[in-house]
């Protein structure tokens, strides 16, 4: 589905898509079954040696135990009716699922980037102050994940919008388009 937003426009929220997720929830829920189904032959097949049995259960009990965690986050957001992002002209809103919106308002904000991890394009969200609002973030949990993303990535957030109504470019031109329109008109800092 290809959306064209309107960068004028006050505020502009993009569902998620729930076509999206039930594809995300069913391609987990096929590889928890791999898992179950590695388990089961290796448990039962009796020619393989101890290391070979242990690295089936432990790709097994992995593939269950992340795709499961995965199932549940796509399920949640299946039925969460919030939308997955909001850009006005305050800043933007993340709302990543199962965790709390997270709001950065524009005068946080440098620049937005493409970041791949393996095949799936994701929205860099880098910040003029990375370890400030890293330090400002409650919990240990939190603050964890956004320095291990600015380590990997430059930038401590990042936006997926494999769950988002829309396409990648659209959604990356609207952040782009916006940001600048912001700095075009936001009041420049004495020096």
Known sequence: MKA?????????AIPQSKTKLVLLLLLSLTFVALGLWIIHNVSSTEDLDNWHRWKGLIAGFSSIIFFGGCSLVFLFMLFNNNPGLIVDNKGITINPGIFSNRFISWDLIE????????????????????????????????KRNLKVNYKSFGAPLSIATNSLKGNFDSIYSLLTNRLDAYNRTAPKAVE
Do not use: C, M
């Open 4 to 12: 064209d937003y309107n960068v004028n426009a006050d505020s502009i």
């Open 111 to 142: 620049k937005f980037s493409v970041q791949r991890v393996l095949q799936t394009k994701l929205i860099g969200v880098h910040l003029k102050n990375p370890e400030e609002y890293i330090e400002q973030q409650k919990g240990a949990w939190i």
